[in-house]
């Protein structure tokens, strides 16, 4: 059976078509540092939010920082799944370091939490085919008090480099001027360039820029692979809201200068973790999905729960935040506490969340009319839609002008999928279904 096409389809085809033509016009939509790093979010394993400044081994071995951890969770994460879906990166963040340089200027890790040093740490962490991260801070001192890099950019890269580092992450604290905070970051960019070896730059310039100036994102993003635009997170729904409004707040301005290379890094994932509750875990991976966010889990993977763990390891949601085209999504409406975001995707397909900010009562529902979805044309002229939080499942073909109603649970989140499909698949699978 084939269907007549309507008035309403035929427009539907026609501005497709000008958007097919003009997605490619529009691309790269922007382009970061340019090292060949991060083409698609960094994925891996941060320690900041679940560890924090732990540095007690004598009381708390298992949780202090510590060669022991690091090596812990990259044994874990080689063999427990998160490897092959893409998770990389096991990053050091702050109180890693003795508590002075050595005799040439150099950082060195604490002797007693890190006997091995750093360097052997990166072995370990390669041997198990996965990459390694470390932190420094622009300014005179990290922001845990340990030493800064301020006067020593060139030999902290070295330093790195020749330690087998593959990620820098750079903080901002201690740091006397904004003049020094931008030249010091640009300084260490450099650098790192000029030791040679591939070594992704995350930085936290525009969070610790704003309070006095406007970022400029077009210059950071030139010397930097993804930066920390808002405070830190938090193991809470609270943290996650916020992170979420000042995002959506200011997408105007950060939407368009995420792509390839450069990412806006809205802090690390706390799925797995105490304060979120199923539904939140769920809406923080669709929304990190959606901003096509650095995907740094700070969590206890050593005791994670299944259902954390299976989440975090969705492919197809994975799939999303790593989509090729590179763009970041945005928030398109916020309705009586309902908040619709959409990203575009490869092929013209669209990823969809809409979440139930309500924190009282039930599952509430929401009926989204496809036409407004991917700026018209998201479901032109039918698409296939797939849900993929909280459940795994396809919805089914559905036409331009239809819409689809959703459930949500309070502070959870429906993420979806959808396909553009052609005239000839659509009455080919009404047909089939119809069999
Ligand atoms: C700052 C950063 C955090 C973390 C701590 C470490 O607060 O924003 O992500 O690195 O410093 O001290």
Redesign the pocket.
């Known amino acids: 059976m084939v269907r007549p096409v309507s008035r309403v389809l035929r427009l539907g085809c026609v501005l497709a078509f000008c958007f097919q033509v003009l997605v490619p016009c529009g691309l790269p939509g922007a382009w970061g540092l340019d090292n060949g790093l991060a083409m698609t979010p960094t994925m891996g394993w941060l320690h ?1 939010e679940r560890f924090m ?1 732990n540095v007690n081994c004598q009381e708390e071995p298992d949780s202090c920082i510590s060669e022991k951890l690091f090596q812990q969770i990259a044994e874990i994460m080689a063999s427990d799944g998160w490897k092959d879906v893409g998770y990389e990166y096991i990053c050091i ?3 890693w370091m003795a508590p002075e340089r050595d005799s040439e200027g150099r950082l060195q890790a604490d002797p007693k939490r890190f006997p091995g040093g750093i360097r052997h740490l990166a072995d370990y962490v390669h041997s198990k085919g996965l990459k390694l991260g470390i ?1 420094a801070d622009v300014g005179n001192k ?3 008090g340990f030493p800064g890099s301020f006067g020593y950019y060139d030999i902290d890269a070295q330093t790195f480099a020749d330690w087998g580092v593959d990620l820098l ?1 750079f ?1 901002g ?1 201690y740091c006397d001027s904004i003049q020094h905070l931008a030249e010091g970051y640009k300084q260490m960019s450099l650098a790192l360039n000029r030791t040679g070896r591939s070594i992704v730059y995350s930085c ?1 310039w525009p ?1 610790y820029m704003r309070p006095i100036f406007k970022p400029n994102y077009t210059e950071i993003r030139e010397y930097c692979n993804h930066w ?1 635009n808002f ?2 997170i938090y193991d809470s729904w609270e943290s996650i809201r916020n992170t979420l409004d000042w995002t959506s707040s200011n997408q105007k301005i950060i939407v368009p200068v995420a792509g390839p290379g450069g990412w806006n890094d809205p ?1 690390m994932l706390v799925i797995g973790n105490f304060g979120l509750s199923r539904d939140q875990q769920i809406t923080q991976m669709a929304l990190w999905a959606i901003m096509a966010a650095p995907l740094l889990m700070s969590n206890d993977l050593r005791s994670i729960s299944p259902e954390a763990k299976a989440l975090l390891q969705d492919k197809d949601v994975i799939a999303i935040n790593q989509d090729r085209l590179g763009k970041q999504g945005y928030q398109l409406r916020k309705e009586d506490n309902f908040e619709i975001w959409e990203r575009p995707l490869l092929n013209l397909a669209w990823a969809v969340a809409i979440v139930n900010l309500k924190e009282i009562g039930g599952p509430r529902s929401y009926t989204i009319t496809l036409t407004s979805l991917g700026r018209g044309l998201a479901c032109n002229p039918n698409c296939l839609i797939t849900e993929l939080l909280p459940e795994k499942r396809k919805l089914g073909f559905y036409e331009w002008t239809s819409s689809l109603k959703t459930q949500i649970n309070p502070t959870g989140t429906v993420l979806l999928r959808l396909e553009r499909t052609s005239s000839a698949q659509f009455s080919y699978s009404v047909v089939s279904d119809s069999l």
Request: negative net charge; glycine residues 0%.
């Open positions: 900041w400044c963040d702050d109180c932190y990290t922001c845990a992450k903080d604290c936290e969070l920390r405070p830190d802090d």
